[in-house]
């Protein structure tokens, strides 16, 4: 069994884009990282949505191999985000946030999906997190994405979370402030000894880090995208796409995690292509695998032959 | 011959680090550049200093097989820069620009200098750096470093150089201003239809990447440095170690400018690890190619065949 368990937001997200403004575009953390995952592996998804939400949305997610039998649909309606990007899309502002449904939300583990292997935790509070963790047996890999405000909101419990997480994926500024210094070498393993055994750095579009140990480092890059259009959901798709390559190889061998993290960033690059969720539903894996190989041009230099002095002509 | 001839500044700087405060360390542009350069190949040094430059440093260059005939002494006093750097050695604040005897400098490359195939132009105005070039014979591969404020106050000279340019190194930021545009991959591209064949992107913290053609990149890690001490002359000692590696090579093959951005990288992260020239002096090939391994295993991830379903166990 290879299947992963994904709990987070879902969502209706207000977006307004230098192209354009997009009014309650279908989103959220859980549901941008199922599908992403779900291009490798099963997926269970869980989390809660209101009346409004709309059926067609659902049937994609389960036509792409998302068991949604942990999706609760309750009175009210479902979260709304609302955001504006700036002009070179590298930074957002909130502008409203509804929680509605979201806000009394605690997550229910259906009693069949209690020995997936692999779990995702989208960005909720720790405490909600340590609650799925609790409904869980023995899962083989814990991955906690993006930690953002409960670095300050929660830091007690958030440090409580780590220390039974496997895999921390987080933004590069988060990681700064968690650790509380700059050099990113010294926060990585500043982070590893928070708890998780690999600790991956988001750095947009400079790519991101892989900590494996305190010397043990993966430099991955971005894919290069000409023409991004919307950001929204890219952290969540690279989180869902690297634990899905997990879960399908097997498990976290340090080759794997390397892949894994290209992987990921090949799945976020497809969804900052398009808006909302239309970039990850456009890709498929030749698509991704296509990616890959353009990474490795993109990675790729010679043995250092060539720094010899034999090397004159 | 394979030599390398390197114009720039050779000045003191006043240091004010987080370790604390360094008066008048011999430093400039082209003093970081040739100790670097000289670690792969000869190289010929054109520069003005006054009497107050210190014999001693000269001598140290000659050593390192720096010819220094292009170097002037003449009355007044060298060049003095003073900065403070930030607790997080990120930004840096210019406090006094002292010209002195670099005000008048107009580059004489002696005679027997003209044939150097390899020119390395330093951050002077581009109308010095076009004075240069007037003076050589048919070099081979002309290598422009950061452009800083000419961008603002010299665009017209500066395009007029660009199209005597094959290889261009420049900040990101300067690369986006150049250019006028934000995503990396159009600025690169921009840049390249100003004239140079390379465009090499310098993003400090974040690695460098290589641009030789519209959809050509390289993407480079930064070497991890626990401890940077000291970031003046990174990118000049990044320009020189590229050059040096391409000169010792016999030229810009796309293979051996990948490997050269790592060398220059590889090069740039020892001259951060100490004050002034002094990570730059204490540094040697043998401590370059064992960076360069260190390169190869923080970039290397292993072929895709894992992200077909075969590999499930």
Same mark, same amino acid.
């Given at each position: ?64 191999? !998302? ?199 090949? !799945? ?46």
């Amino acid at each position: 069994m290879n299947d992963v368990l994904v709990v987070g937001s879902v969502a209706f997200d207000t977006l307004h884009l230098p192209s354009g403004t997009h009014l309650r575009v279908p989103g959220g953390s859980a549901t941008y990282a199922s599908l992403a995952a779900s291009l490798f592996a099963p997926v269970r998804l869980v989390g809660v949505v209101g009346r409004d939400w709309p059926a067609d949305v659902t049937r994609t997610l389960v036509e792409r191999g !998302v068991d949604v039998e942990g999706l609760e649909i309750v009175d009210g309606l479902t979260f709304h985000w609302e955001g504006r990007y700036s002009d070179d899309l590298t930074h957002r502002t909130s502008l409203r946030t509804e929680l509605n449904v979201f806000a009394d939300f605690h997550p229910r583990i259906p009693e069949r999906h209690r020995d997936t292997p692999y779990v995702l935790l989208g960005n909720i509070h720790p405490e909600l997190q340590a609650e799925v963790l609790a409904q869980m047996r023995a899962p083989r890999l814990v991955l906690a994405d993006t930690m953002s405000f409960w670095i300050r909101g929660a830091r007690l419990a958030l440090e409580r979370l780590l220390r039974r997480v496997d895999v921390l994926v987080i933004n590069e500024e988060e990681a700064r402030e968690l650790a509380g210094m700059h050099n990113i070498v010294r926060v990585g393993r500043a982070l590893l000894a928070m708890g998780p055994r690999h600790v991956v750095v988001k750095r947009g579009e400079y790519g991101a880090l892989l900590f494996d140990g305190p010397d043990e480092i993966f430099w991955a890059p971005a894919y290069p995208v000409a023409d991004v259009v919307d950001p929204t959901g890219a952290g969540d798709s690279f989180a869902g796409g690297l634990l899905g390559h997990v879960a399908q190889g097997g498990g976290p061998s340090p080759e794997r995690m390397r892949r894994a993290v290209i992987v990921g960033s090949a !799945v976020a690059s497809c969804c900052v292509e398009a808006v909302g969720l239309e970039g990850l539903l456009a890709t498929n894996r030749a698509d991704i695998e296509a990616r890959f190989r353009r990474f490795q041009t993109l990675a790729h230099f010679a043995p250092p032959s060539e720094i010899e002095p034999t090397d004159s002509p």
